[in-house]
């Protein structure tokens, strides 16, 4: 109704005055512009959404092959590459956070590929770093800690145990 | 449960008859407590004296409020915690989200090597 007054009032509107038709359009022309400016908005959130998501796709087709290899890096290689990968999360979490503020668009899609990408960084990053130390010269942790964790533990699941037991 | 997952906790060891204090993540969710009264947690080190793989120096903004300069979580060094073991007093300072996700993601594939398909 509202796109058809529309029409009407730009089709009349070198015609006589009208005062109904002139309430009417301005009655209505808000409405219909607001519900195309929305439309035009929404299919443009889509089509960014999809983009983004392409984007995210294509990243992480980047850093599969990288973690898949990853456990091979010489150290040199691991220490040369780490700093990027370090990078790139920081870059992904921002990006998250950009759109996590905006509730990711209300796409569920969107939040699950920038999840999942980012964990796909985190383990990438753990491996690359644990390579890093390819050779390297490891300090022990002092007994006095790894026999309190170990009593410590033996303890608490003892009781756990106890209390199963007596349940 | 006055301590919740992310919270970095004080934890005393004995050394020599003399207790030592190390700071500490909890790991783990509030079922945990709830079902048996402890909390799991990853210890810390404030010296950056350790080099290997298992140890994640954090970032100095990792946190909620400043820890030592080279701290570092030693990913390895996993243990349950009582309550009562716990330092009260401490001030509240918690490791971030975004921090705590790569922590977990590190301990899965540093310490426990667990398998992760994209």
Redesign the interface.
């Known amino acids: 109704m509202s796109s058809i007054t529309f029409q009407h009032n730009i089709t009349e509107r070198n015609r006589v005055f009208s005062r109904k038709l002139t309430a009417g359009y301005f009655l209505t022309a808000p409405i219909y512009l607001l519900e195309k400016v929305t439309d035009i908005l929404d299919s443009t959130l889509n089509k960014l959404i999809n983009k983004v998501i392409k984007g995210i796709d294509n990243t992480?087709r980047i850093i599969?092959p990288v973690?898949e290899v990853a456990n091979d890096l010489s150290s040199k290689d691991a220490k040369d590459i780490y700093p990027l990968i370090v990078n790139l999360?920081r870059t992904v979490?921002k990006q998250d956070?950009k759109y996590s503020d905006i509730s990711y668009a209300d796409s569920e899609e969107l939040r699950v590929k920038f999840k999942?990408l980012?964990?796909?960084i985190?383990?990438t990053?753990?491996?690359i770093?644990?390579?890093?130390?390819e050779g390297?010269?490891?300090?022990k942790?002092?007994n006095?800690?790894k026999d309190?964790?170990i009593i410590?533990?033996q303890k608490?699941?003892g009781?756990?145990l106890l209390?199963e037991a007596n349940s | 449960m006055p301590y919740s997952k992310r919270q970095i906790v004080e934890v005393p060891f004995v050394l020599n008859g003399k207790i030592e204090l190390h700071p500490a993540i909890i790991l783990s969710v509030q079922d945990v407590f709830e079902l048996d009264e402890f909390y799991i947690c990853v210890m810390i080190s404030d010296t950056d004296n350790y080099n290997d793989k298992f140890s994640y120096k954090l970032e100095e903004d990792a946190t909620t409020k400043g820890l030592t300069k080279g701290s570092c979580v030693r990913t390895h060094l996993i243990t349950p915690v009582r309550e009562s073991e716990i330092v009260s007093g401490t001030k509240r300072n918690f490791i971030k989200e975004e921090n705590f996700g790569y922590l977990v993601d590190h301990i899965a594939e540093v310490v426990f090597g667990a398998p992760f398909t994209y």
Do not use: G, M, V
């Open positions: 992480a599969i973690y999360r979490l956070k999942k980012i964990r796909l985190n383990r990053e753990a491996r770093y644990a390579r890093t130390f390297e010269q490891e300090r942790t002092p006095y800690i309190s964790l410590n533990s608490i699941i009781d756990a209390k």
